[in-house]
């Protein structure tokens, strides 16, 4: 078994959802471009109130649209039900680097979005994706041009450039929008 790792070396992968069946099966919605893909992204880790612990994937399948997976740690329905929501975490020195001009979506969340006046729009809080693009939840901070929250697609159209060394996206967005 893997040692455990710090909390702050991880990356969220996806996410437990509700119960499926009576033998602690489980919905599993994961965060990658093709979603089965989180299977190969192991050892999985959950954060809990006394901290790290494993999660360890015994049995999983394509359900539909959906995946669902069976856990070592869940052996039934009753502690699934209390699995609803759990996030599910990997070490990032595990996940292979990323292209260039690619970013995994928890390096981008917290960091500052500026436009092309410079002016600082908020920080963003969550990536998503809709049918179209993915889309930047951009949530206004106290230095922010305003209080206002912009939902700001991520497109080669919208970002101009990414700076992870000063932790800031510039974006063709004006402060109207």
Excluded: C
């Amino acid at each position: 078994m893997s040692s455990v790792p710090d909390a702050s070396t991880l990356m969220k992968i996806g996410q437990l959802k509700k119960p499926y069946g009576i033998k602690g099966w489980l919905w599993v919605f994961s965060d990658t471009d093709d979603r089965s893909d989180i299977f190969g992204m192991q050892p999985w880790w959950i954060k809990t109130a006394t901290g790290v612990k494993p999660l360890t994937v015994s049995k999983w399948r394509q359900q539909g649209t959906g995946l669902v997976a069976q856990f070592e740690q869940v052996p039934d329905r009753n502690i699934a039900e209390t699995m609803n929501g759990v996030a599910i975490w990997v070490a990032k020195d595990s996940l292979p680097e990323p292209e260039e001009d690619e970013f995994y979506w928890s390096e981008l969340v917290g960091l500052r979005v500026l436009n092309e006046q410079d002016e600082y729009l908020g920080d963003i809080t969550e990536m998503f994706e809709t049918g179209a693009h993915d889309i930047m939840r951009v949530a206004a901070h106290s230095d922010s041009l305003d209080n206002e929250e912009r939902l700001i697609p991520w497109h080669a159209q919208t970002v101009i450039e990414v700076d992870m060394a000063n932790k800031a996206v510039h974006v063709a967005w004006p402060s109207d929008y």
